[in-house]
């Protein structure tokens, strides 16, 4: 295969500056996310550094040699930002200058300007350097990421393993003379161009899609979330309570349903105001999450309704936890006595079967039957 280097350099050019403004297009349909503005800026950087570092031989040698350099130094920390903001940093901007800064104030000195294999060592050692930054970023963050992230580590650190061979491999050979050289083989200049091409559309790609999964999560996240309470909502609760019910009978393990409503809530709300409710209503989802056990699923279903579905659980044990949540409730401090209290309806896989639909019609029977008998209460379906 033969790398022709004029070609890659047109394609290169080419293609980045496209990836680049669809890259844009993505940021400002995207919310402005601001990882997909510095890749974007990352790209069309790339671009422009390339079309600066092919004007050598045109009696402007600085122009590519340092303002060329000083582009592309800048380009490689805007992939780091990048994948620092992705992992949810701020940008660091004596750290996005550094490359840059270094580059052309070594550019003053003549002994570095004119020696290439020196440029070539220190270009590299800057690349290697984002380039390490960027995977060190992904990496310490791997927890937190929830996404996809190892093709945009592996890439990465694969590109910092290509700059560090140039470090030791390439001795430097002036454009012009790579130019001529393409024609008989392929140069490391070549294989070089080639290489942060496929790694630029690699991590555009990458990325972007880990930008995705990040936003398909969140929206997930908040369909299933009640915003007021923090807990599942019903959609939530029905299918975590379908998935935990199938595994119930697979084990052939009981399973009960708690059917929770706040008393008097509309007289709270009245007397208390909207916020009393409000609190009312977190507090409540807080003693009972506190009172479940991992495995158990709860949600709120209603306005001032919650279910609680308990896996492993016998007639004993969930009227166990029923009563456990009612006292705990009604024993927080409120505007007046008696204020918070909560009737639950429960209903056991013995009479219902595993069936969720079922199971919640009759906690609901059972609540009817706990609210009409004063409320403050919990009461266990029975099928007069
Ligand atoms: N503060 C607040 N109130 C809510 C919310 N959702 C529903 N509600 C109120 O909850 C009240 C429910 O009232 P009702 O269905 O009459 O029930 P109740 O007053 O608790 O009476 P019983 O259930 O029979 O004890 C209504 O006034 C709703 O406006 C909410 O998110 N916040």
């Given at each position: 295969?033969?790398?022709?280097?004029?070609?890659?350099?047109?394609?290169?050019?080419?293609?980045?500056?496209?990836?680049?403004?669809?890259?844009?297009?993505?940021?400002?349909?995207?919310?402005?996310?601001?990882?997909?503005?510095?890749?974007?800026?990352?790209?069309?950087?790339?671009?422009?550094?390339?079309?600066?570092?092919?004007?050598?031989?045109?009696?402007?040698?600085?122009?590519?040699?340092?303002?060329?350099?000083?582009?592309?130094?800048?380009?490689?920390?805007?992939?780091?930002?990048?994948?620092r903001v992705f992992a949810g940093r701020q940008p660091h901007l004596p750290g996005i200058c550094a490359g840059a800064v270094i580059w052309a104030l070594l550019?003053?000195?003549?002994?570095?300007y004119e020696s290439l294999t020196v440029r070539v060592a220190l270009s590299s050692i800057v690349t290697v350097s984002y380039a390490g930054l960027s995977a060190?970023?992904?990496?310490?963050?791997?927890?937190?990421?929830?996404?996809?992230?190892?093709?945009?580590?592996?890439?990465?650190?694969?590109?910092?393993?290509?700059?560090?061979?140039?470090?030791?491999?390439?001795?430097?050979?002036?454009?012009?003379?790579?130019?001529?050289?393409?024609?008989?083989?392929?140069?490391?200049?070549?294989?070089?161009?080639?290489?942060?091409?496929?790694?630029?559309?690699?991590?555009?790609?990458?990325?972007?899609?880990?930008?995705?999964?990040?936003?398909?999560?969140?929206?997930?996240?908040?369909?299933?979330?009640?915003?007021?309470?923090?807990?599942?909502?019903?959609?939530?609760?029905?299918?975590?309570?379908?998935?935990?019910?199938?595994?119930?009978?697979?084990?052939?393990?009981?399973?009960?349903?708690?059917?929770?409503?706040?008393?008097?809530?509309?007289?709270?709300?009245?007397?208390?105001?909207?916020?009393?409710?409000?609190?009312?209503?977190?507090?409540?989802?807080?003693?009972?999450?506190?009172?479940?056990?991992?495995?158990?699923?709860?949600?709120?279903?209603?306005?001032?309704?919650?279910?609680?579905?308990l896996a492993d659980a016998d007639d004993e044990a969930a009227a166990q936890v029923a009563e456990r949540i009612r006292r705990e409730f009604a024993d927080l401090?409120?505007?007046?006595?008696?204020?918070?209290?909560?009737?639950?309806?429960?209903?056991?896989?013995?009479?219902?079967?595993?069936?969720?639909?079922?199971?919640?019609?009759?906690?609901?029977?059972?609540?009817?039957?706990?609210?009409?008998?004063?409320?403050?209460?919990?009461?266990?379906?029975?099928?007069?």
């Amino acid at each position: 295969m033969q790398l022709n280097i004029p070609t890659l350099m047109l394609v290169d050019i080419y293609i980045l500056a496209l990836v680049g403004i669809l890259m844009l297009h993505a940021w400002r349909r995207g919310r402005r996310e601001p990882t997909l503005g510095y890749l974007a800026a990352m790209l069309l950087l790339g671009a422009l550094g390339t079309v600066l570092g092919s004007l050598r031989g045109i009696g402007m040698d600085y122009v590519p040699l340092v303002i060329g350099n000083v582009v592309l130094q800048l380009c490689g920390a805007m992939n780091w930002t990048a994948m620092r903001v992705f992992a949810g940093r701020q940008p660091h901007l004596p750290g996005i200058c550094a490359g840059a800064v270094i580059w052309a104030l070594l550019c003053l000195n003549p002994a570095f300007y004119e020696s290439l294999t020196v440029r070539v060592a220190l270009s590299s050692i800057v690349t290697v350097s984002y380039a390490g930054l960027s995977a060190f970023e992904l990496w310490r963050s791997r927890k937190s990421l929830e996404v996809a992230y190892v093709p945009a580590l592996v890439l990465t650190i694969f590109h910092m393993g290509f700059y560090c061979v140039r470090i030791v491999v390439d001795r430097g050979m002036p454009f012009e003379q790579a130019l001529v050289s393409s024609g008989q083989g392929t140069s490391f200049f070549s294989l070089l161009v080639f290489e942060t091409l496929l790694y630029a559309i690699g991590i555009a790609f990458v990325t972007l899609a880990m930008v995705k999964e990040r936003a398909e999560l969140k929206f997930r996240a908040a369909a299933y979330c009640d915003p007021l309470t923090g807990v599942g909502n019903r959609r939530a609760f029905m299918s975590s309570g379908e998935y935990l019910l199938a595994s119930c009978e697979h084990r052939q393990e009981p399973a009960a349903l708690l059917l929770c409503d706040l008393d008097y809530f509309k007289r709270l709300n009245d007397n208390f105001g909207h916020a009393a409710g409000d609190e009312a209503l977190v507090a409540f989802s807080r003693v009972a999450v506190s009172s479940m056990r991992k495995q158990d699923v709860f949600g709120r279903i209603g306005g001032e309704e919650f279910a609680c579905l308990l896996a492993d659980a016998d007639d004993e044990a969930a009227a166990q936890v029923a009563e456990r949540i009612r006292r705990e409730f009604a024993d927080l401090p409120a505007q007046e006595p008696g204020l918070l209290s909560v009737s639950i309806g429960i209903a056991g896989t013995r009479e219902a079967g595993y069936d969720l639909f079922r199971l919640l019609s009759l906690a609901d029977e059972a609540l009817y039957a706990a609210k009409d008998k004063g409320r403050n209460r919990i009461q266990r379906y029975t099928a007069d």
